[in-house]
């Protein structure tokens, strides 16, 4: 019979029981997040944001941007959920006794946590500038439609100038003409109100006209309120169509981290700063997860869990405030790079060494004394 080693032991066993509480989180929280974006995805289309048909697309990729944060928080709460469970079982008593201190875990960890940690840095750096143009693209190119484009029967639509309001009872399935049709304009000083009793589009070259039919139509001038009513058999008005943006006025979040690393300007640095944390917090995270997971086996485990994710809030909200910062010249990008990332990683290393050789103030302050009587 093949004899099994510790060291084999203790790691397989510690990575079996965080596999499945890191899948059982991830699919959680990828729930939440699913929810919560579909919720707000269809807030979005409702206020004619966002196309009706393509809502789903926005939603993936909306979620995909989000899956950095979301790994890291299902990392960080499997490893402070099992370590959390070992100690509340005297498992740890055992390891401790064979001889394994808590800086042994951090082999273990990483070996497991290192594919998601790769996944992270790749996500935050190539995924999330992706998704979040493709999620941008489609919200252009919706905002950009042609004002006949926009008139949805029974509805009453605003054109993408702001300035002008149309009404349509019903059309044809061909959408080139409407029943009971009414047009609000305001413009040049003067506000004009026309209904007509239907209507049909043509083209005559590169515009696009609303030919209408038996109407009337009331024009108001706002300096002196004087009106003018008029109705016609015949009334042609032409519309807008599809315009194409000019500049690149894209927002940082959707640039591409090499062209964030080609052009430094303040925001493109602060956005590198907030992709470049994301990595580097995970990474700290593992770290930080070995050292507040230690809990009193009499008591319960759900106030290491509420301190986690304490911590993850303060530690991301932090990135964002960074972000904030150096995009108005507030920080530098180094400067707050290592005094974020870099004094996470030296309070957790100290926090850890202190865990591990069971140091104490008073142990540290006589060591201390005797060295300088020595």
Same mark, same amino acid.
């Given at each position: 019979?093949?004899?099994?080693?510790?060291?084999?032991?203790?790691?397989?066993?510690?990575?079996?029981?965080?596999?499945?509480?890191?899948?059982?989180?991830?699919?959680?929280?990828?729930?939440?997040?699913?929810?919560?974006?579909?919720?707000?995805?269809?807030?979005?289309?409702?206020?004619?944001?966002?196309?009706?048909?393509?809502?789903?697309?926005?939603?993936?990729?909306?979620?995909?941007?989000?899956?950095?944060?979301?790994?890291?928080?299902?990392?960080?709460?499997?490893?402070?959920?099992?370590?959390?469970?070992?100690?509340?079982?005297?498992?740890?008593?055992?390891?401790?006794?064979?001889?394994?201190?808590?800086?042994?875990?951090?082999?273990?960890?990483?070996?497991?946590?290192?594919?998601?940690?790769?996944?992270?840095?790749?996500?935050?750096?190539?995924?999330?500038?992706?998704?979040?143009?493709?999620?941008?693209?489609?919200?252009?190119?919706?905002?950009?439609?042609?004002?006949?484009?926009?008139?949805?029967?029974?509805?009453?639509?605003?054109?993408?100038?702001?300035?002008?309001?149309?009404?349509?009872?019903?059309?044809?399935?061909?959408?080139?003409?409407?029943?009971?049709?009414?047009?609000?304009?305001?413009?040049?000083?003067?506000?004009?109100?026309?209904?007509?009793?239907?209507?049909?589009?043509?083209?005559?070259?590169?515009?696009?006209?609303?030919?209408?039919?038996?109407?009337?139509?009331?024009?108001?001038?706002?300096?002196?309120?004087?009106?003018?009513?008029?109705?016609?058999?015949?009334?042609?008005?032409?519309?807008?169509?599809?315009?194409?943006?000019?500049?690149?006025?894209?927002?940082?979040?959707?640039?591409?981290?090499?062209?964030?690393?080609?052009?430094?300007?303040?925001?493109?640095?602060?956005?590198?700063?907030?992709?470049?944390?994301? !990595? #580097?917090? +995970? /990474?700290?995270?593992?770290?930080?997860?070995?050292?507040?997971?230690?809990?009193?086996?009499?008591? =319960? %485990? *759900?106030?290491?869990?509420?301190? !986690? #994710?304490? +911590? /993850?809030?303060?530690?991301?909200?932090?990135?964002?405030?960074?972000?904030?910062?150096?995009?108005? =010249? %507030? *920080?530098?990008?180094?400067?707050?790079? #290592?005094?974020?990332?870099?004094?996470?990683?030296?309070?957790?290393?100290?926090?850890?060494?202190?865990?591990?050789?069971?140091?104490?103030?008073?142990?540290?302050?006589?060591?201390?004394?005797?060295?300088?009587?020595?």
């Amino acid at each position: 019979m093949a004899r099994i080693s510790q060291p084999m032991l203790f790691h397989s066993s510690l990575r079996k029981e965080l596999a499945r509480s890191f899948g059982a989180t991830l699919v959680v929280l990828v729930t939440i997040v699913m929810t919560m974006t579909l919720i707000r995805t269809l807030g979005q289309a409702s206020r004619g944001s966002v196309n009706p048909q393509e809502v789903m697309m926005v939603m993936g990729y909306t979620v995909l941007g989000y899956l950095p944060p979301i790994l890291t928080l299902s990392l960080f709460a499997a490893i402070v959920g099992t370590l959390s469970r070992m100690y509340r079982d005297s498992e740890m008593v055992i390891w401790f006794s064979a001889g394994r201190g808590l800086s042994a875990f951090l082999k273990p960890l990483f070996g497991f946590a290192w594919p998601v940690l790769l996944a992270i840095a790749l996500l935050a750096t190539v995924a999330w500038p992706w998704a979040n143009q493709q999620a941008q693209e489609l919200k252009d190119r919706y905002g950009r439609r042609g004002d006949l484009e926009r008139v949805a029967p029974g509805q009453f639509q605003e054109s993408r100038s702001g300035r002008r309001v149309f009404f349509l009872d019903k059309d044809t399935p061909d959408n080139k003409s409407g029943k009971n049709i009414f047009i609000s304009t305001s413009e040049h000083g003067k506000e004009t109100v026309t209904s007509a009793r239907a209507g049909r589009v043509e083209t005559m070259g590169d515009s696009q006209f609303l030919v209408l039919s038996n109407g009337q139509r009331l024009e108001t001038v706002l300096a002196d309120q004087t009106m003018k009513i008029s109705e016609f058999e015949q009334y042609g008005s032409r519309v807008s169509g599809s315009a194409l943006g000019g500049a690149d006025d894209s927002p940082s979040r959707t640039r591409s981290t090499l062209r964030l690393l080609r052009e430094p300007t303040p925001v493109n640095q602060g956005e590198l700063a907030w992709r470049l944390g994301l !990595a #580097l917090a +995970a /990474f700290n995270f593992v770290m930080l997860a070995v050292t507040v997971s230690s809990v009193n086996p009499r008591a =319960g %485990r *759900s106030g290491n869990l509420v301190f !986690a #994710l304490f +911590a /993850f809030v303060v530690y991301y909200n932090l990135l964002n405030l960074g972000q904030s910062w150096i995009g108005s =010249g %507030r *920080s530098e990008f180094v400067r707050f790079m #290592l005094l974020l990332h870099g004094g996470v990683f030296l309070a957790g290393a100290f926090w850890l060494g202190k865990q591990h050789n069971n140091w104490h103030l008073r142990t540290l302050f006589a060591r201390g004394r005797r060295g300088e009587r020595a």
